[in-house]
């Protein structure tokens, strides 16, 4: 009898314990988050990053209008090939980049106790937010994903202007995140990074290394000479592969390159190597050539390179199969693609042009031979110095004649893996001293609905934004110059 009577006790003060937990603490599914955490947000961000930089920034638009590629056989000719935009072609790109991207990593720069977090989210908040400057102008930046009550329900955010506010809120955002970094503490971010995997001195590279691609991209326009000379010499940047920040794809089901994965749920990758960009190969005995683009294996062309004038591809028998042209290798198109977002032979470009505006403390000709060299050795080519000492970059004895060897070996290095940054830098280069592209390599489309030697400098505001955002600016024109344009 005494037995049951502590066990009836024990029941009962082990019920008067479990009265006080409320429902709610009870109730709680121990397999799942109640909220998100550092890492599950800045896994979700960067994921989407990939999707932004190899499919909506690379693929398409940004593919044909730097002139790697051309329209190819089996579908009538895009609206793209012709210049013909609308403002729904660019919802994707604006949708993701804020609602999803940007909106995880400013929860982080927000609420983070982590160091190490913040400076990774305020390098690629920059990184998008710069993007969205280059393709669009002015922009929501200010008042940008600011839609809970605690940062002011701004619902319609105004846009500011990417000269006077964004571009300089960029260097202080990465001025931030360097300061971040530098307090940040070793193994504190992990997997759930899969950029870096949580190194802090790749992020630190990193972030010095947008700092001077924001410096440089207003060079014609508004010149940041002692800024940039003191970046080079007090910073540390991406200088080989190993520091290359890319997010990786291992090609199985469901983690495909995008852009590999976008083209295959439709007809493929159809596009055919353009002539503007073979030509200019050609012309320099540049061996590239053979990587970025695959060869003729049928008709008349079998054995060698074959592509076509930009646009020109109702001129081509409609019954003729893709094997008779050149097309995208598997270096610029597979399934295992990393999707890029900085090589280091980018930024040697940009500290050799760095060095040949501003007098920095690197060499232009070394940077310049070493951006050319990563890039041969990227690309599993041979021999680069024998090109390298063909181009005679010692002999550019001016400022224009080094920027234009400059701009074209950038251009043809950013093929296959940064065919957007491809495009903006051919809009940088083609400046008023020397119109590189507009009037030398670039070639008109016979259907273009552009003025013969005209191209496009700007998307269209998206579609989606116009539409539920009545601060939203007026619509542009695709020839219309992004600030630093000239």
Request: aromatic letters at 12%; hydrophobic letters at 40%.
């Given at each position: ?6 066990i ?20 709680i ?38 002139q ?22 660019f ?37 998008l937010?710069q ?18 009550i ?7 955010p ?8 964004i ?7 990465l ?8 307090l ?8 759930d ?11 630190t ?41 890319f997010?990786?794809?291992s ?23 353009s002539n503007?960009?073979?030509n ?57 693609n ?11 470009f ?33 021999d ?14 001016t ?58 400098s ?29």
């Amino acid at each position: 009898m005494k037995k049951i009577i502590n066990i009836c006790l024990i029941l009962l003060l082990t019920l008067s314990f479990s009265c006080t937990d409320s429902l709610e603490e009870v109730n709680i599914d121990p397999n799942t988050f109640p909220s998100a955490g550092d890492p599950q947000v800045l896994s979700a961000a960067i994921a989407y990053m990939g999707y932004i930089v190899d499919q909506d920034l690379n693929y398409e638009e940004s593919m044909l209008w730097s002139q790697y590629y051309t329209w190819g056989i089996g579908v009538s000719i895009g609206n793209e090939e012709r210049y013909v935009s609308a403002g729904g072609d660019f919802n994707g790109y604006w949708q993701r980049a804020y609602a999803n991207c940007l909106t995880d990593l400013n929860y982080i720069t927000k609420n983070s106790s982590s160091a190490a977090y913040r400076g990774i989210a305020n390098v690629l908040k920059a990184y998008l937010f710069q993007g969205l400057v280059d393709h669009f102008g002015d922009i929501p930046f200010t008042e940008a994903i600011s839609g809970a009550i605690e940062d002011g329900s701004i619902l319609t955010p105004n846009s500011d202007s990417a000269e006077a506010v964004i571009y300089p809120g960029l260097v202080s955002m990465l001025d931030e995140a360097l300061s971040d970094l530098a307090l940040a503490e070793d193994d504190t971010v992990g997997e759930d990074d899969f950029i870096y995997q949580g190194d802090i001195v790749k992020w630190t590279k990193f972030a010095n290394s947008l700092k001077l691609r924001v410096l440089m991209r207003t060079s014609e326009t508004n010149a940041q000479g002692s800024a940039v000379q003191a970046l080079i010499s007090n910073g540390t940047f991406i200088e080989t592969v190993e520091d290359m920040p890319f997010i990786p794809f291992s090609g199985s089901t469901g983690d495909q390159n995008p852009m590999f994965a976008r083209a295959e749920f439709g007809v493929g990758m159809f596009y055919f190597a353009s002539n503007a960009s073979l030509n200019l190969l050609e012309s320099l005995n540049d061996p590239r050539a053979e990587v970025l683009y695959t060869k003729a294996t049928t008709g008349t062309f079998a054995g060698n390179l074959r592509g076509i004038d930009q646009g020109t591809i109702d001129d081509e028998p409609f019954t003729a199969p893709a094997s008779d042209y050149s097309m995208a290798s598997e270096y610029a198109y597979s399934a295992t693609n990393p999707a890029i977002l900085m090589s280091p032979w980018e930024i040697w470009f940009l500290r050799a042009e760095a060095d040949a505006r501003y007098n920095t403390s690197d060499d232009a000709e070394t940077a310049f031979t070493t951006a050319i060299e990563l890039n041969f050795n990227y690309m599993e080519v041979d021999d680069a110095a024998t090109y390298i000492s063909s181009l005679n970059f010692a002999g550019a004895t001016t400022l224009d004649d080094k920027l234009d060897l400059i701009g074209i070996q950038k251009w043809i290095s950013l093929n296959g893996t940064q065919e957007d940054e491809g495009w903006i830098e051919t809009r940088r280069f083609d400046r008023p001293a020397s119109r590189i592209f507009t009037d030398g390599i670039f070639q008109t489309p016979p259907l273009s609905v552009l003025p013969s030697g005209s191209f496009p400098s700007a998307w269209l505001y998206p579609e989606s934004e116009r539409s539920l955002n009545p601060n939203a600016l007026p619509q542009r024109q695709i020839t219309d110059a992004i600030f630093w344009d000239n």
